[in-house]
């Protein structure tokens, strides 16, 4: 790292008495801060964007109590000196172990205000930015000291003053789950009590009706992109942001414990970032990685044993209700100790031998199977401990010749940890169950909390769980496991820490459409700017066959988009571990189509935004790692489009072979969503392209070059 | 099992219409219980012993929730009809892999009602009752049900509806702790705010004025000695009692959970054992067995590994203030990743084997060492997790030279795993911490459960600890090892399930004499009719250096006894597991003295309560296991007191050397404390001898037999 240490401060106004205020820019001066302490000794900032002011004076500090909880220490949130200031520029680049480009570019001026109280405690707080050219990170640091030793956050005063009304796309504030549909609104229309009534999530914890969670993309009505986040989840309960709808300030709401509490530090301590990211275009939204660049680098030496991969399943047999998780299909707890086999359940041997040979042949390199352990007969709504041992199968699951069969035909097996959310079982088991997999040749896991945690009086966000969330990802790691963890809290970019921990659900996934409502044609257009700011999610992409009738008549249920769009997601849902969900049978029904799916890389070089719209359309390139093959995803929301796509991007001189997997005429995700047409054409650096898009539809396109 | 179903039920009033009640006799008429069920299908029982009532009609019944607890469920404590009734005569006899006689006699009646609702739900309760000569029983039984699967214990309505203000012995109710000084008071004069007061104690989290612990000793003015417990305390949490006092009915408060939620029940489901001990005589109450005959058998089927014990440790030095458990001495955190040693580590390998030396040259079975992993530095009073790992030595404990040392003495080392309250950190390493102590030859560990629980929310004596506690019962049976919890809830009759659980402490022990206010001269003469009707306690007794200021002039505290009493502690307080708790040099000092703890036994064949008197005096003989000799304790509490044994329980004609310990001439607690007179004579069935027993004294005597 490139450390800078800049001559002076520079102390811009002082109009008021003893209050200080300091400007920060970042290396660009395209975004600034203003850090203040007025004379009461309370710190705020501001935050520009060029000539825009993006925050306005925005409070900081904490409410705390003493570590057994007992009682309220005095807070930390005024009567603050500033005993000195540090400041420094990094410019510096770092190659992520996998990712969205080669090499990822952090810039930054960094300012660490040390804060200390006049009064007798005199503890001593202090408040770091780093100002991107594409926005703001800030965080508190807790530094040793005698009189501040353990302790517990009671509230994080951190504020988001907005400067408007500003539109957003939001989902409920909640304890618990994140599997909400989005809402666009304006924020003074947020009404997030919704979030209490949405019967078709396994458990969720609502807060009140002005809290939303983060990622929070807005837009202000003068144009400019705004993205609140935090980044480096460690240690910390999530934030919510709760709105004042009278001004438009934002302020944390963390996910407490069951006392109320928040964090439990012991100095030295340092908070997340809290994230801002900033422009005037959306795509650089979609392109930032400040979040990365806040997170720690990998804390695994040798990543050799890390690799992006696509996988089917046995599992969305279980979401249409053609197969059954569990062996009896009883879902009574009496019966586990007799099971009888009901012919219906996912995975059997042969079952799963079937995806092997499926795999295998289509260049799939994994094969995930849930239901093959002993527990699900009884697994959901009980908030019980001892469900799962994930070391039984099913009498027919034979997990030794299963693992013969798989390393016969190179298919790797993907494992299934669902823990109902019991998660001090699962920790009990932990090791137990990764020797299991390292015997039986498993190399990744997904794991799942569906449920209410156990610990009773922890929720899926608090600080408790993040610690435990971690946990999976260092011990994975010690067993050389990668991980994919469903109903986690969401991202924050600790992937570039953990990247064995390649992706997460952590959002309202594919497999919504095939039993609820489902999730609105709108959806993938708003998760990149959501959801996927902290990370791949494991969405679950390319159903094919798209109408859920076709598996029971009297069903209504469908996927809301077209069969072109359900390619087009795998480049603009960015995930290393990518899905092929539907059937085996469904797709060798439309294996033209499919080729998309077997081609498309998980792994890139490079990648451009090429348009995008929160709530509206994504189009996306990306060249595949160490190719020189480009794929591009472009979808759109319930409205017809046209896209022009200009191909400047491909090296000058070179000519490609592209297959375009467009919507069919009269293509249409409710009335005739499974219409495409596959066309192939020579284009160049200098062509231009233009995709019609159907209602709900999208666009995928191989580029193949020409050597 | 003999069964004897009994011809016919015998209804023996119904003056109430529709109103029914049953009289349960026991096996010799002694105890009786009337169960009744009103006309409102309110259930409710009283109790008899001989003519006199001992329970008033007394309320059963539960209020629950459905299953994650967020909703009510109908209260089930009326409405019932009676469906079925069945009884049956138990009198069987088993022998315990170890304790207090070789046979034990279970000799009971039993009556199962079998209530159903009469509303819509028609959910199933049963009530039984044992009814003992010595006592009663009873318990719930939730039947499998499909109304009744999985459900909230949100409070149970048993009562224990007293006959009058009796005298009781009682220690303030808690969540945490029961590291109390019992009081003895009536039930009206009840003030148990003391122990939100009472700042020796780690974490305790009082109730309220009126509620107090079991197990509660009384005395009626009428002279009956009536005590209430539980046995059997699985997947359920801890019973308090809280008293109203203006008509003595005892009501149960149980530990509840993070949510006030007491226990999560599965169908089919049991309640502990709710016991009540009763009779005319004192010496009844302390010879019942009522609590272990109402426990299940053994789960361990090969018990040869297990073995009762004597030991020394390394741990009173740390208590007089000789040494330190950490390394370093600076208890600060910041300093754990440099540590330099004080010179005061008490776990050092050169004074571990003075330990293993001193026991192997005195006939002491083991050693226990605490202080020896690394974490002391900074384990206390934090609320945090992952302080110890359990196989970290510090620098100067060589953990596979004192392996060899000891075996090479034929001594066995006891493990320390002091959880600090983490018990969500301890339970993720358990099996790496057994493993640690198998690998170097530890058969035995001692627990500590110091501090607020984690998981947060969770109270010691709740059901999640419950079940914790059972589980290291079960997990060190699974690696042949013994336990000795500190800090649990106090035991309920369970050593007779899991034999390797020899000893709990769950109550004051001797230790704080070293460093409070300590222990009234009366408390040991109390705690055999409290705390020890569950089970053994480690309550380390046999301190000969019995004032501090010998360590340091400045101090006042000391232990509140006679050095004979002391020795007369090992036959009064029952324990398969009795430590020699005083450093070796100052049993160097009084080796005469000491030969007593070298020669007492510690399993029996035999124990004659002698006499008793809460909180006055008890006399204790008992038999050594396999052999002829016996051993006499006698204490009294601050009071001089004289005392007549009569031997009519030696064998016939058979002669016995007694070697008499006896409190000297003007011993007394407080002024001489340390003054003892060592006799020797020769007795026969025909003797009695008188014994003097001084303020706050004992005396112990050896009975070998001359063959």
């Given at each position: 790292?490139?450390?800078i240490?800049?001559?002076?401060?520079?102390?811009?106004?002082?109009?008021?008495?003893?209050?200080?205020?300091?400007?920060?820019?970042?290396?660009?001066?395209?975004?600034?801060?203003?850090?203040?302490?007025?004379?009461?000794?309370?710190?705020?900032?501001?935050?520009?964007?060029?000539?825009?002011?993006?925050?306005?004076?925005?409070?900081?500090?904490?409410?705390?109590?003493?570590?057994?909880?007992?009682?309220?220490?005095?807070?930390?949130?005024?009567?603050?000196?500033?005993?000195?200031?540090?400041?420094?520029?990094?410019?510096?680049?770092?190659?992520?172990?996998w990712?969205?480009?080669?090499?990822?570019?952090?810039?930054?001026?960094?300012?660490?205000?040390?804060?200390?109280?006049?009064?007798d405690?005199?503890?001593?707080?202090?408040?770091?930015?780093r100002?991107?050219?594409?926005?703001?990170?800030?965080?508190?640091?807790?530094?040793?000291?005698?009189?501040?030793?353990?302790?517990?956050?009671?509230?994080?005063?951190?504020?988001?003053?907005?400067?408007?009304?500003?539109?957003?796309?939001?989902?409920?504030?909640?304890?618990?789950?994140?599997?909400?549909?989005?809402?666009?609104?304006?924020?003074?229309?947020?009404?997030?009590?919704?979030?209490?009534?949405?019967?078709?999530?396994?458990?969720?914890?609502?807060?009140?009706?002005?809290?939303?969670?983060?990622?929070?993309?807005?837009?202000?009505?003068?144009?400019?992109?705004?993205?609140?986040h935090?980044?480096?989840?460690?240690?910390?309960?999530?934030?919510?942001?709760?709105i004042?709808?009278?001004?438009?300030?934002?302020?944390?709401?963390?996910?407490?414990?069951?006392?109320?509490?928040?964090?439990?530090?012991?100095?030295?301590?340092?908070?997340?970032?809290?994230?801002?990211?900033?422009?005037?275009?959306?795509?650089?939204?979609?392109?930032?990685?400040?979040?990365?660049?806040?997170?720690?680098?990998?804390?695994?030496?040798?990543?050799?044993?890390?690799?992006?991969?696509?996988?089917?399943?046995?599992?969305?047999?279980?979401?249409?209700?053609?197969a059954?998780?569990?062996?009896?299909?009883?879902?009574?707890?009496?019966?586990v100790?007799?099971?009888?086999?009901?012919?219906?359940?996912?995975?059997?041997?042969?079952?799963?031998?079937?995806?092997?040979?499926?795999?295998?042949?289509n260049?799939?390199?994994?094969?995930?199977?849930?239901?093959?352990?002993?527990?699900?007969?009884?697994?959901?709504?009980?908030?019980?401990?001892?469900?799962?041992?994930?070391?039984?199968?099913?009498?027919?699951?034979?997990?030794?010749?299963?693992?013969?069969?798989a390393?016969?035909?190179?298919?790797?097996?993907?494992?299934?940890?669902?823990?109902?959310?019991?998660?001090?079982?699962?920790?009990?088991q932990?090791?137990?169950?990764?020797?299991?997999?390292?015997?039986?040749?498993?190399?990744?896991?997904?794991?799942?909390?569906?449920?209410?945690?156990?610990?009773?009086?922890?929720?899926?966000?608090g600080?408790?769980?993040?610690?435990?969330?971690?946990?999976?990802?260092?011990?994975?790691?010690?067993y050389?496991?990668?991980?994919?963890?469903?109903?986690?809290?969401?991202?924050?970019?600790?992937?570039?820490?953990?990247?064995?921990?390649?992706?997460?659900?952590?959002?309202?996934?594919?497999?919504f459409?095939?039993?609820?409502?489902?999730?609105?044609?709108?959806?993938?257009?708003?998760?990149?700017?959501?959801?996927?700011?902290?990370?791949?999610?494991?969405?679950?992409?390319?159903?094919?066959?798209i109408?859920?009738?076709k598996?029971?008549?009297?069903?209504?249920?469908?996927?809301?988009?077209?069969?072109?769009?359900?390619?087009?997601?795998?480049?603009?849902?960015?995930?290393?571990?990518?899905?092929?969900?539907?059937?085996?049978?469904?797709?060798e029904?439309?294996?033209?189509?499919?080729?998309?799916?077997?081609?498309?890389?998980?792994?890139?070089?490079?990648?451009?935004?090429?348009?995008?719209?929160?709530?509206?359309?994504?189009?996306?390139?990306?060249?595949?790692?160490?190719?020189?093959?480009?794929?591009?995803?472009?979808?759109?929301?319930?409205?017809?489009r046209?896209?022009?796509?200009?191909?400047?991007?491909?090296?000058?001189?070179?000519?490609?072979?592209?297959?375009?997997?467009?919507?069919?005429?009269n293509?249409?995700?409710?009335?005739?969503?499974?219409?495409?047409?596959?066309?192939?054409?020579?284009?160049?650096?200098?062509?231009?392209?233009?995709?019609?898009?159907?209602?709900?539809?999208?666009?995928?396109?191989?580029?193949?070059?020409?050597?």
């Open positions: 790292m490139k450390k240490i800049l001559p002076a401060l520079i102390l811009i106004a002082s109009q008021i008495a003893d209050a200080q205020e300091y400007a920060i820019q970042s290396p660009h001066g395209i975004v600034s801060v203003n850090f203040s302490l007025n004379k009461k000794g309370q710190a705020s900032y501001q935050g520009f964007y060029k000539t825009k002011k993006f925050i306005e004076p925005s409070g900081m500090g904490f409410e705390l109590k003493e570590s057994y909880g007992l009682k309220k220490l005095p807070d930390m949130k005024s009567n603050f000196l500033l005993s000195s200031v540090d400041s420094f520029l990094v410019n510096e680049t770092w190659d992520p172990v990712g969205e480009v080669k090499t990822i570019r952090n810039n930054y001026r960094q300012y660490i205000f040390h804060l200390t109280e006049k009064d405690l005199q503890r001593k707080l202090n408040i770091i930015f100002v991107f050219d594409d926005g703001i990170g800030f965080r508190y640091e807790f530094p040793y000291q005698p009189n501040l030793t353990a302790f517990i956050v009671a509230n994080e005063l951190s504020e988001f003053h907005l400067t408007g009304n500003h539109k957003a796309f939001w989902i409920p504030g909640d304890f618990d789950t994140n599997e909400f549909q989005p809402v666009t609104s304006s924020l003074s229309e947020v009404d997030a009590t919704f979030g209490k009534d949405v019967n078709e999530i396994a458990f969720k914890w609502g807060i009140d009706a002005n809290t939303v969670q983060t990622p929070l993309m807005m837009k202000s009505n003068d144009g400019l992109y705004i993205n609140i935090e980044a480096a989840l460690v240690n910390y309960p999530a934030m919510n942001l709760t004042n709808k009278d001004n438009f300030n934002l302020s944390s709401t963390l996910v407490p414990d069951a006392y109320g509490n928040k964090a439990y530090l012991l100095s030295p301590a340092k908070t997340p970032w809290r994230t801002i990211v900033v422009s005037d275009k959306a795509t650089d939204i979609l392109a930032s990685k400040i979040i990365l660049n806040l997170n720690e680098p990998s804390k695994i030496k040798n990543t050799s044993w890390i690799k992006p991969m696509k996988f089917v399943g046995v599992w969305w047999a279980m979401h249409v209700g053609t059954t998780w569990d062996y009896a299909g009883t879902q009574d707890a009496s019966n100790k007799d099971l009888k086999p009901s012919g219906r359940h996912g995975a059997t041997t042969k079952n799963v031998k079937r995806y092997i040979d499926f795999a295998a042949k260049k799939i390199d994994g094969v995930l199977v849930e239901g093959w352990n002993t527990g699900w007969e009884d697994w959901f709504g009980k908030w019980k401990e001892n469900v799962f041992d994930f070391i039984t199968p099913y009498p027919d699951f034979d997990v030794k010749e299963i693992n013969r069969y390393a016969s035909k190179n298919v790797k097996m993907i494992m299934h940890h669902e823990t109902s959310a019991a998660v001090s079982s699962y920790e009990r932990m090791d137990t169950a990764y020797r299991f997999m390292k015997r039986f040749g498993y190399p990744a896991v997904k794991t799942g909390y569906v449920g209410r945690i156990i610990p009773r009086g922890e929720h899926h966000d600080q408790w769980m993040i610690n435990h969330y971690i946990r999976i990802a260092e011990k994975t790691a010690s050389n496991i990668m991980v994919d963890m469903h109903e986690p809290v969401r991202p924050t970019g600790l992937h570039r820490t953990y990247p064995n921990w390649l992706a997460c659900e952590a959002a309202r996934g594919n497999e459409n095939a039993w609820s409502k489902g999730n609105n044609p709108d959806h993938e257009t708003i998760l990149p700017f959501t959801r996927l700011m902290g990370g791949p999610m494991d969405y679950t992409p390319g159903i094919f066959e109408k859920m009738s598996y029971d008549s009297k069903k209504t249920e469908q996927v809301h988009t077209t069969l072109a769009k359900q390619l087009a997601l795998y480049v603009t849902m960015y995930s290393p571990l990518q899905m092929a969900a539907d059937l085996p049978e469904n797709y029904a439309h294996m033209d189509a499919f080729q998309f799916i077997k081609d498309v890389a998980v792994d890139w070089d490079d990648t451009k935004i090429l348009n995008a719209e929160p709530g509206d359309y994504i189009t996306i390139a990306r060249k595949a790692k160490g190719k020189n093959d480009w794929f591009i995803g472009s979808i759109t929301d319930e409205n017809r046209e896209i022009s796509i200009n191909f400047d991007f491909l090296d000058k001189g070179k000519k490609y072979t592209a297959i375009i997997y467009a919507d069919g005429d293509a249409d995700w409710k009335n005739n969503p499974m219409v495409y047409n596959i066309s192939k054409q020579t284009v160049t650096s200098l062509s231009m392209v233009n995709l019609k898009l159907a209602p709900g539809g999208g666009c995928a396109i191989s580029l193949k070059r020409i050597d």
